[in-house]
């Protein structure tokens, strides 16, 4: 099916498979429904609203990092769920976002009393005031996604935590929140929580709710549901029913879509090199961040220095797919596919619908992929077209 389509694409296009989508939805709701925890989007990871409709039906509301990201979920979240909630963490909000967030924000978390006491008299009844901790564990790897190395700025650890109560209360505070995981399984949380009780555990005897923040890959195949649901229920059960929230971004846009490109040139130099009208650096900067190699359909990642590398056969054709733009390392990777390409053939890169759409940027000017839904009935719409003047517009 989306070989097809992709056959059919003129431009760079996302696909959003809808069924993935929901699939994946309808395995948050099982652990929202055996646990008794709500779950918000993330929007950082997946901001793609033209299909809100169908999220608002599983999950509770969504989490955001700023103004922007809180009003889109305030025009195109609440609009499909009227209770839907809209918590908000900045590491430092501004004061005029404050004013803003709380005429329709549910909670907004704080990363220090210092902040909290800034803005309280600012905050309207409606507003739940929550404080970011730093539970001092992470397993996250590399040190750029873990939220507690050394000096880290997200979370007010332990020691800060007291100090700051010999001048501040929690009078006014709902909730607690940590966000520690990235890509991870529910054994990690279990671990992580311990610190969280042996550090915060008195506070938290104080607390109406806790957030669990994002990075559990809850709709991954090996992902240990029971056991998290286990989690939230032992912890549900030791704090008198506190609230538990949970905020994924990349569990909710896994596995659910790609991106479609086509090759435009084939050079040699060592190796064969094909050149697409897709960018590692502009369109999936995850790839050069992290960083990894996408899986790319009908093909196997391979690497073209190795100097042992044997083909199978199947996968006879190897090549470096590189981008159009000035930077050598925008490479997306090696692989070896199972025909010779040919310019004009086109590469469906797999797993592109988190973390690349609300990352995009347009460096060299390098035009902005197409989004496109494929819906459950097979119908195919593309939502939303860019073109020069997105580009243009950008810079100056
Ligand atoms: C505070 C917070 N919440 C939620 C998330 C979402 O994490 P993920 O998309 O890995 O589930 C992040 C990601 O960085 C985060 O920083």
Not at 377 to 391: H, M, P
Request: aromatic share 12%; net charge positive.
């Amino acid at each position: 099916m989306i070989k097809q389509l992709a056959k059919r694409l003129k431009n760079p296009c996302y696909i959003l498979e809808e069924k993935k989508l929901e699939d994946n939805l309808k395995i948050l709701k099982y652990v929202k429904d055996k646990s008794n925890a709500k779950i918000l989007l993330a929007l950082k990871g997946f901001a793609f609203w033209s299909s809100f409709k169908m999220v608002a039906k599983y999950l509770d509301g969504i989490t955001a990092s700023g103004y922007y990201e809180a009003r889109l979920g305030l025009e195109e979240f609440r609009k499909y769920n009227k209770n839907a909630i809209i918590s908000v963490f900045s590491p430092a909000f501004k004061q005029k976002d404050i004013k803003k967030l709380t005429s329709f924000s549910n909670h907004i978390i704080f990363n220090s009393f210092n902040q909290m006491y800034s803005y309280k008299h600012l905050l309207k009844k409606n507003v739940e005031i929550g404080l970011r901790i730093n539970p001092m564990y992470s397993e996250v790897k590399p040190d750029i996604y873990n939220p507690c190395i050394e000096g880290s700025r997200l979370g007010i650890n332990p020691k800060e935590f007291k100090k700051a109560l010999k001048t501040y209360s929690l009078e006014n505070v709902s909730g607690l929140h940590f966000h520690t995981h990235c890509e991870q399984n529910s054994d990690v949380l279990k671990r992580t929580l311990e610190y969280v009780v042996k550090y915060f555990g008195n506070y938290i005897n104080q607390m109406k709710w806790i957030n669990f923040g994002g990075g559990h890959h809850i709709t991954r195949k090996d992902y240990d549901l029971k056991l998290l649901i286990d989690i939230i229920k032992d912890f549900k059960a030791e704090f008198k029913d506190i609230d538990v929230y949970l905020e994924p971004g990349e569990a909710v846009g896994w596995k659910c879509g790609v991106l479609v490109g086509e090759v435009v040139d084939i050079i040699n130099n060592k190796f064969n090199i094909a050149i697409v009208d897709l960018s590692a650096a502009t369109h999936m900067p995850d790839c050069l961040e992290m960083p990894y190699t996408p899986e790319i359909l009908d093909s196997k990642i391979i690497n073209l220095n190795d100097t042992d590398l044997k083909l199978q056969n199947l996968y006879k054709y190897p090549y470096r797919l590189g981008s159009p733009s000035c930077l050598s390392g925008d490479i997306i990777g090696d692989y070896a596919f199972k025909k010779k390409l040919k310019i004009g053939d086109k590469i469906i890169i797999q797993d592109m619908i988190h973390y690349t759409i609300v990352k995009n940027n347009t460096f060299n000017g390098i035009p902005l992929p197409y989004l496109g839904i494929l819906k459950k009935n097979g119908k195919f719409k593309i939502v939303k077209r860019f073109n020069y003047d997105d580009y243009k517009r950008r810079n100056g």
